[in-house]
C-alpha cells in the first residue's frame, strides 16, 4: 500500500510541480496562468537564463514537464526548419531536430517561417511552420508522423506568410491553413497524421489561430475568419455553429471561463456560450474594444485588449463596460498573457511590461524588463516564469534573487 | 551446436535487413495527402534497432524519396546519431557521398548537413569544392565564402577579380546583387538585366474585365489556341490589339500600368517566344504581386490567385517545366484586383528560365 501511495505520488509529481503551458497562449488558448508569477522579475536571477537559437521564428514556447519546446528557422530561404528542445531549469539544449521546408517559405521581412508555436498533449509535440509542414515528435524528439500541406496542395501559401498555430482536440490536430488561393481547415489523426477530414474554409489570408471550447466532456473547435466564427466537431469537422457577422483575421477569440466568446469582430463582440441548432445569441458588441495585433485574453470578468495605439484596456465580460485603460510602450504584436493580478506583455522592442490589474478601477506599471531586441511572440509562463524569445534568443525570466 | 548458432545469428541478421528494408520501403513510398504515412508510423520503431551502418543506405535512399520522403530519410538519421551519438556518423562514406555528384542535390545537401551537425570544421573544409556544383544550395555556401574573401581584400584590382568570379559562379538573386553592388562601387557596373537572364521583350494585350476578380478563371480568347499574335481580340471596352512592351528596369520588372494605364479590375496578356537549342528540363522563375497564370506551349504550368501580398520578388515562384527544341511559346495571364490603397497600385511581372541548377537560359536568336 505505501509502495503503492509512494509510486503515485512520483508518476503525478510531473504535473503538480509544473502545470505546463502546452500551446499558443497556454494550455487552454487563453493566456490565463494558472498560478501566480512573481512581478519581481530579473534577467540576473539564479533561476533565469538565456540561450542563443538557430534560425528566427516569433512562434512562442511551449512547456511541457522540465522541457520547453520551440521552433526556429534559418538558411537563405528560411527553408531549414528547427524544432528544439530546452531544458526549463538549466536552459541546456535537450534535442534539435532539422527539416526541409517543402512548401513555399517567402514572408513578409517582420515575420518568418517559424511563426506557429506548437502545439502538445502532453505526450507529443507538434510544430508548424509558414511552409505548412507540419511535424509530430515524441518528447524525445523522435519523429512520430509527418505532412507537407503545401506539397499535396500548392497553392496553400500567403506571400506574407503564415501564422496560424495548431491545436489538439480529441485526438485530432487542426491545422487552419487559410489564405487567398486555397483556402483549407485540416483534422488530422495524431497518431499517424493521415486526413481524418479537411474542410474548404473562406478564401482570404487569415492568421487567427483556431480555438478549444469545452463542452462537457466533448470539445468543439473554433475557426475564425473573415466572414465570422464556426465551430465544428473535431472528429469530422462537421459544423456545429456559426457566426457570421464578420471578424478579423489578425487577432484570435478568445472564450472565458464560462464560455462566453469575445470575438475580435466590429471592435469585441460577446457572444453566449454556443448551442448545437440555435444562432448566436449576442451579449453585447463594444466598438472601442477593437484588439490590435495580439489577441485579447480573458481572467475572471475582465478581457484585455491592447489596440493599436498600444492602450490596454479591461473590460467586463459580463457587460463589456470599460474598467479601465492604460497607454503602454508599443508597439506591441504579441500577445498578453495573465494571471489573476497581473498581465504580461513584450514590446516589440522588447521591453517587458508587467501591469498590476488588481484593482477594477485602475492598472499600473509594476515592473519593465528590458531585453533590447525585437520581440514578436506572445511570452508563456510556468515554474513562476516567463519565457520568451526573439529571433536569436530564447529566455527564461525567474524570480529576482533576494539578497 | 555451431551450426545451430551460425543459423540464428542468419536468421536475426536477415530478419534486420528484412526490416530495414521495410522501412526504406516505406519511405521511398511516401505520398502526397498522408499516402504511406500509416506504413511508416508502424515500421518506426525498427529505426531504435538501425545503427551508423545504416546512414550510408539511407542517404541512398533519399535519392529514390520525394521531399516528404527526404524529410523522413533525415529524422532516421538523427535519431540514430541521437541512440549512439553524434560521433558515430561515417565520415569518409557521408563525405564520399556529398561529392558524388550522380547522387541527388538535395541527398547531398543533406549529407552535407549531417557532417555539419557532427563536426562543422569538417564541413567547412569541403565548401570550396562546391563552387560548381549542380546543387544550388552547395554551391551558393561556396559563393558565400567567395564574397566573404573579396570583402576582405583591399587591394582594388584583386577585390574587383574577387567580385567578378563571384559573381560568375553566383546563380542566387541575393548573392548577384551583392557582388553587382560590390563591383559598381568599385567602379565596374553589371548589366544585371542580361546576367540574370530576364526576359524583358513582350508583346501584351489588354486589358479584359477582372470585375469581382472574376477574370482569373474566365477563359479569354488569347488562352486559346496557339495562333496567339494574329487573332483579333475583344476586351473590356471593345477591340484590343498585341503590342509590343519592354523594359529597361534593371530586374526585368514589367510595369503593366505603362501601356495601359493605372486601370483596376482588369487584366492582360504578356506573350513571348523562346529558342531554345534542345529539349531540356528548366526551371521558370516568375515574380508577381498579382495573381497569375503561365502557360508553356499552351500548357497550364501554374497559376496563382492572390493579390499584393507583399512585394513582387524576383524568382517568387520557381517553376520546373520543359522547354522543346525550337520556338517555344510563353502566355502570362496577369491580373489587378479592385483594391485602392497606396500599395495595391502595381501590376506587373518579372519573368527568366534557369536551368536546374539556377544558370540562365538565353533564347538563342
Known amino acids: 500500500m505505501k509502495a503503492f501511495f509512494f509510486y503515485s505520488i512520483i508518476q503525478i509529481l510531473p504535473f503538480i510541480v509544473f502545470a505546463d503551458w502546452l500551446g499558443f497562449r497556454g494550455t487552454h488558448g487563453n493566456g490565463l496562468i494558472s498560478e501566480e508569477i512573481p512581478h519581481e522579475l530579473s534577467l540576473n536571477s539564479h533561476d533565469s537564463w538565456e540561450t542563443t537559437l538557430p534560425g528566427r521564428g516569433l512562434s512562442s514556447p511551449v512547456l511541457v514537464g522540465d522541457l520547453v519546446f520551440l521552433t526556429s528557422s534559418s538558411g537563405s530561404q528560411q527553408a531549414d526548419l528547427h524544432i528544439l528542445a530546452f531544458n526549463t531549469i538549466t536552459g541546456k539544449q535537450v534535442w534539435e531536430r532539422t527539416f526541409k521546408a517543402t512548401g513555399r517559405t517567402i514572408c513578409h521581412n517582420k515575420t518568418c517561417v517559424a511563426a506557429s508555436t506548437m502545439v502538445s498533449d502532453g505526450e507529443v509535440v507538434v510544430a508548424q511552420f509558414s511552409s505548412n509542414d507540419i511535424f509530430c515528435l515524441d518528447l524525445k524528439g523522435n519523429l512520430i508522423w509527418l505532412r507537407g500541406l503545401t506539397y499535396d496542395y500548392p497553392n496553400i501559401a500567403n506571400g506574407l506568410g503564415m501564422s496560424s498555430s495548431p491545436l489538439i482536440a480529441s485526438g485530432v490536430l487542426v491545422a487552419q491553413v487559410e489564405n487567398d488561393a486555397n483556402s483549407f481547415t485540416f483534422g488530422l489523426n495524431l497518431h499517424n497524421g493521415t486526413t481524418l477530414w479537411k474542410k474548404n474554409r473562406p478564401k482570404g489570408a487569415n492568421w487567427t489561430s483556431p480555438v478549444v471550447l469545452a463542452k462537457g466532456s466533448t470539445k468543439w473547435i473554433g475557426l475564425q475568419s473573415k466572414e465570422g466564427l464556426a465551430f465544428l466537431d473535431p472528429s469530422n469537422g462537421e459544423i456545429l455553429w456559426n457566426y457570421n457577422d464578420g471578424a478579423s483575421t489578425i487577432p484570435s477569440t478568445v472564450i472565458s471561463s464560462e464560455n462566453v466568446l469575445l470575438i475580435p469582430s466590429n471592435g469585441l463582440t460577446a457572444v453566449e456560450e454556443p448551442v448545437k441548432g440555435k444562432g448566436p445569441e449576442q451579449r453585447w458588441r463594444n466598438n472601442k474594444l477593437a484588439p490590435g495585433t495580439g489577441s485579447p485574453t480573458v481572467c475572471g470578468n475582465q478581457v484585455f485588449v491592447i489596440n493599436r495605439a498600444n492602450v490596454l484596456t479591461s473590460a467586463s465580460v459580463q457587460t463589456g463596460e470599460i474598467n479601465w485603460r492604460l497607454r503602454i510602450k508599443g508597439p506591441v504584436s504579441g500577445s498578453p498573457i495573465v494571471t489573476k493580478n497581473k498581465l504580461f506583455v513584450f514590446n516589440e522592442d522588447g521591453l517587458g511590461q508587467v501591469i498590476d490589474i488588481s484593482q477594477k478601477t485602475a492598472a499600473r506599471v509594476l515592473k519593465e524588463i528590458d531585453l533590447k531586441d525585437t520581440i514578436l511572440c506572445t511570452p508563456a509562463a510556468d515554474q513562476g516564469a516567463l519565457f520568451v524569445r526573439s529571433d536569436r534568443k530564447l529566455w527564461k525570466i525567474g524570480q529576482a534573487t533576494r539578497n | ?365
Open chain 2, 1 to 365: 551446436m555451431k551450426n545451430s548458432l551460425s543459423i540464428f545469428v542468419f536468421v536475426i541478421i536477415n530478419s534486420c535487413l528484412m526490416a530495414n528494408n521495410d522501412i526504406y520501403d516505406a519511405i521511398t513510398q511516401v505520398g502526397p495527402k498522408g499516402a504511406g504515412n500509416d506504413k511508416l508510423v508502424k515500421n518506426w520503431h525498427l529505426v531504435d534497432s538501425m545503427s551508423s551502418s545504416d546512414i550510408p543506405r539511407l542517404l541512398k535512399i533519399m535519392n529514390q524519396a520525394n521531399n516528404l520522403g527526404d524529410n523522413w530519410a533525415r529524422a532516421a538519421v538523427f535519431q540514430i546519431l541521437e541512440n549512439a551519438g553524434k560521433e558515430v556518423l561515417p565520415k569518409d562514406e557521408t563525405i564520399a557521398f556529398i561529392k558524388d555528384q550522380n547522387n541527388q542535390g538535395s541527398s547531398r545537401r543533406a549529407a552535407y548537413e549531417f557532417i555539419n551537425y557532427v563536426s562543422p570544421q569538417v564541413a567547412q573544409s569541403l565548401v570550396s569544392a562546391f563552387i560548381d556544383d549542380p546543387e544550388p544550395t552547395l554551391r551558393r555556401e561556396a559563393v558565400e565564402l567567395l564574397l566573404t574573401q573579396a570583402d576582405n581584400l583591399v587591394i582594388k584590382e584583386q577585390a574587383i577579380e574577387a567580385y567578378e568570379y563571384a559573381l560568375e559562379k553566383a546563380r542566387d538573386v541575393d548573392q548577384i546583387e551583392s557582388a553587382s553592388k560590390s563591383l559598381d562601387e568599385l567602379g565596374k557596373p553589371i548589366n544585371i538585366t542580361e546576367r540574370m537572364g530576364f526576359l524583358t521583350g513582350w508583346q501584351v494585350i489588354g486589358p479584359f474585365d477582372n470585375s469581382s476578380r472574376g477574370g482569373f478563371n474566365e477563359i479569354y480568347s488569347p488562352e486559346i489556341g496557339s495562333d496567339f499574335l494574329k487573332k483579333a481580340h475583344t476586351g473590356k471596352n471593345g477591340s484590343v490589339q498585341w503590342q509590343t512592351f519592354s523594359t529597361t528596369d534593371r530586374l526585368g520588372l514589367l510595369d503593366l500600368n505603362q501601356p495601359f494605364g493605372h486601370i483596376k479590375e482588369v487584366l492582360c496578356y504578356a506573350y513571348s517566344e523562346f529558342e531554345s537549342s534542345l529539349d531540356q528540363r528548366v526551371q521558370f522563375r516568375i515574380g508577381s504581386k498579382n495573381a497569375w497564370k503561365l502557360w508553356i506551349n499552351q500548357e497550364l504550368v501554374f497559376a496563382r490567385d492572390e493579390y499584393h501580398r507583399g512585394a513582387t520578388r524576383v524568382d517568387q515562384f520557381i517553376l520546373d517545366g520543359n522547354l522543346k527544341k525550337g520556338k517555344n511559346q510563353i502566355l502570362v495571364k496577369v491580373c489587378q484586383n479592385e483594391q485602392t490603397e497606396s500599395w495595391t497600385k502595381q501590376w506587373e511581372f518579372c519573368f527568366r528560365i534557369t536551368d536546374l541548377s539556377g544558370s540562365p537560359i538565353k533564347t538563342i536568336n
